[in-house]
């Protein structure tokens, strides 16, 4: 079981642009091995970022990932996937708090252009209450999005003021002092992302 993990989470990391490295060891590794057929854990994929929280106050990834935390990079503009993978990953955190547990979903925007702090704020409360937003100078988020191995570019053509934005969608989920440990599909129903969230609670437990 292992050793199928290790693989497939090389050959996920190898799709989003990185390396693999497997930053517990080999009993928690084992133990996250048995949640999922994805990626286990990466060193490659998540880090530090700087950004800027819907309340207007500088954070720092030790600020916001306090808890099992289901993360997006998408933008407030998006006409259907953002709001509709939002909507599945809050439906999510619905399930898993119903079940008792204590996590937070959270959506860093890759268009911080238009999407201020204020206009953050009032996106996920449409989804969560303790859904997280994030956006920041051009920098901030550019970085993030490298830490993620996430695709973002700005479409060019059409009005300069409506323009869309193409993204990577893959949801990912990160553990306090752990870092990345998984990531989800737009398939994925908020059903099964709520079942390996827990599994990885109760392993790391």
Request: charged fraction near 20%; include cysteine.
């Amino acid at each position: 079981m292992r050793a199928a993990a290790i693989t497939s989470a090389l050959a996920i990391a190898a799709l989003l642009g990185g390396t693999a490295y497997f930053a517990f060891g080999p009993k928690a590794a084992n133990d996250f091995a048995s949640c999922t057929q994805a990626a286990v854990a990466g060193g490659a994929i998540g880090g530090p970022f700087e950004l800027v929280d819907e309340n207007g106050v500088t954070v720092t990834d030790k600020d916001v990932i306090t808890k099992p935390t289901i993360l997006y990079f998408g933008y407030t503009f998006c006409p259907d996937v953002c709001p509709l993978d939002n909507m599945r990953n809050a439906d999510a955190q619905r399930i898993l708090d119903e079940k008792g547990y204590d996590t937070q979903t959270a959506f860093i925007s890759i268009d911080p252009e238009r999407d201020t702090p204020e206009v953050m704020k009032e996106f996920t409360s449409l989804f969560h209450d303790n859904m997280i937003g994030l956006t920041g100078s051009l920098a901030q988020v550019k970085s993030a999005s490298r830490a993620y191995k996430t695709y973002y570019q700005k479409q060019v053509d059409g009005d300069p003021e409506y323009y869309l934005m193409d993204h990577s969608t893959q949801t990912y989920f990160v553990m306090p002092e752990v870092g990345f440990v998984d990531f989800f599909k737009r398939d994925d129903s908020s059903e099964k992302m709520a079942e390996t969230v827990a599994c990885f609670i109760d392993a790391a437990g």
